[in-house]
């Protein structure tokens, strides 16, 4: 005999940051929620954020901190729900946090508070909150009355409303699957091509060879480019490639616009190399160009750089020629990796359910009503420190109020 399906007001699908926060706006507002997730535990991507302490907004998030193939789209969920109004909430629940740099906050403690936090708000009521985990998705069906979800287990769920917030295929380790948009072309949704993103670049044979050896050399201040967008922040050379925070940047703009726009790298930037080492020359005749080029840069890569410049001796036996010569390759660099480090390292992803088929208002589709699409499973992706944090909220809001309409 079949088991009757058990309903619900509300069903969401994904126990992550974007599932939660909707399913605790829809209780807080009288609905009856279940949520659904393959993985143990809630908010594992929570738990490993921040390197522990979960970067849990940007407080300057705008629609321009966010790519997408409709760079509008962001703009209405991000002034309905704005990193002021998840700060509010992070204090009443009593969470200390800082401002580490560029208006990224987060936990003084770990990562957990911030989990803690959304399961809380998803008890506060009136309504309710059901967390059922370790249940794997068989399929979704349109019903006459809104939808029905089978599971692994042959259980049944039935909602007039379903929210689909499992995210994107980036941290594979951790179970991220392409669910979401397989149920968005089940309903006719496009979907973006899915990349990487926020992933660390890789060398090709020519770079490696010229770089070998500087595995684990960080500089501090770099900025990289492509085109008029450009970023500041640290570089670590790794031993496939380069990673840090200014290539994670620029390496989703490097997919975004398909390979196809080399990256420009300034090792110093805010200097003019080529003046200072024309001022030490007259300075100090006698000193060693690598020994001066370390005063600005890690010393193993200022020798490295020099090699390559094939620049070695006093500076003034050096020309000015060879002077620029180094001053091209250190702020100068024009680089065309040989692809990234894939899915595995990407910390989102670039690219998911097109907007063109959502609402930006409510998250909802536009040709399937009760159905709706949030946080990294939408074709919109956060900059580094906070910001993809930020649309799981706004996106969550959004879809939790709009979940609460009668169709």
Known sequence: MTTPPQT???IVLGAGGAGLFCAGIAAQRGKRVLVLDHAAKAGEKIRISGGGRCNFT?????AADFLSGNPHFAKSALRRFTPQDFIALVNRHGIAWHEKTLGQLFCDGPSQQIIDLLLAECQ?????????????????EKTPEGFRVHTASADMFEAPKLVVATGGPSIPKMGATGLAYDIARQFGLTVIPPKPAL??????PEDTRRFDGLAGV????????????RFREALLFTHKGLSGPAVLQISSYWEFFNRQQPISINLLPGMDLFAVLKAARAQHPKQDIATQLALHLPARLAKRLCDLAQMDGRLADLSDAKFRTLTAL?????????????FSKAEVTLGGVDTAALSSQTMEANKVPGLYFIGEAVDVTGHLGGFNFQWAWSSGYAAGLAALEVN
């Open 218 to 229: 960080a500089v501090p201040d770099v900025e990289t480019s492509i085109g008029k967008r």
């Open 8 to 10: 619900h007001d509300v």
């Open 124 to 140: 506060r009521g009136p309504g309710d909150v059901k967390l059922q985990l370790n249940t794997r998705i068989e399929r979704v």
């Open 330 to 342: 250190a702020q100068h660099w024009r680089l065309t990796p040989a692809g990234t480090e894939g």
């Open 199 to 204: 992933v660390p670049l890789v060398f090709g």
């Open 58 to 62: 940007n407080q300057h998030a705008t």
